[in-house]
């Protein structure tokens, strides 16, 4: 098969995945997170990315065995805050995989940071963002409601890796440094 035709075909599987319900979930709304030690709490507002670009997808990625190292050898969510770490990373995956990327995130370090993070999609999950307005990116995996009867029968849950891109000023800091990533 050619490579344009295996394009072709991966965007349709994609496509057809995504008419069958397997969406992102709804965005929560502002949570608290733990502060201070005396018991206050940080006030997290929603975030939303500058930017997301789609990596790659187990289920249809062809560099299987490279994906699935990448997912074994890495603690994703992971933060990139400069562009020589970025391409350090970039550069040290497989060729195979870098080629099947479905996009290349392409972040301003001098304004944004790039996460790099992954979620299953059966069922369909994605992840929510917020901040406490001074550098920190709080991520939660929300787990989308499914159609019709409430039930799926999901044989194994393939993994999608995607890239987000956060402005500094989202964030409420001036400096990459500031930047950090938990859980919610």
């Known amino acids: 098969m050619s490579r344009s035709r295996w394009w072709q075909t991966v965007a349709a599987a994609l496509a057809v995945g995504m008419l069958a319900g397997c969406?992102?979930?709804?965005?929560?709304?502002?949570?608290?997170?733990?502060?201070?030690?005396?018991?206050?709490?940080?006030?997290?507002?929603?975030l939303d990315p500058a930017s997301k670009s789609y990596l790659w997808?187990?289920?249809?990625?062809?560099?299987?065995?490279?994906?699935?190292?990448?997912?074994?050898?890495?603690?994703?969510?992971?933060?990139?805050?400069?562009?020589?770490?970025?391409?350090?990373?970039?550069?040290?995956?497989?060729?195979?995989?870098?080629?099947?990327?479905?996009?290349?995130?392409?972040?301003?370090?001098?304004?944004e940071v790039l996460v790099i993070a992954n979620f299953g999609s059966c069922p369909p999950q994605s992840l929510t963002f917020a901040t406490d307005g001074a550098g920190q990116i709080a991520y939660d995996l929300v787990t989308s409601e499914s159609s019709g009867d409430g039930q799926m029968n999901c044989a194994?849950?393939?993994?999608?890796?995607?890239?987000?891109?956060?402005?500094?000023?989202d964030l409420g800091v001036d400096s990459v440094d500031d930047v950090t990533v938990s859980p919610q």
């Not at 992971?78 to 350090?88: S, V």
């Open 23 to 46: 969406g992102a979930g709804g965005v929560p709304g502002p949570n608290p997170a733990p502060g201070p030690s005396d018991g206050a709490t940080t006030q997290l507002t929603e």
């Open 57 to 111: 997808q187990q289920d249809v990625v062809a560099a299987r065995s490279e994906f699935d190292a990448l997912l074994a050898n890495n603690d994703l969510p992971l933060l990139f805050t400069d562009e020589d770490g970025w391409e350090a990373w970039w550069s040290d995956l497989p060729e195979d995989l870098r080629d099947e990327s479905l996009q290349t995130p392409n972040p301003e370090f001098a304004s």
């Open 156 to 169: 194994w849950s393939p993994q999608a890796v995607y890239a987000y891109e956060f402005s500094l000023d």
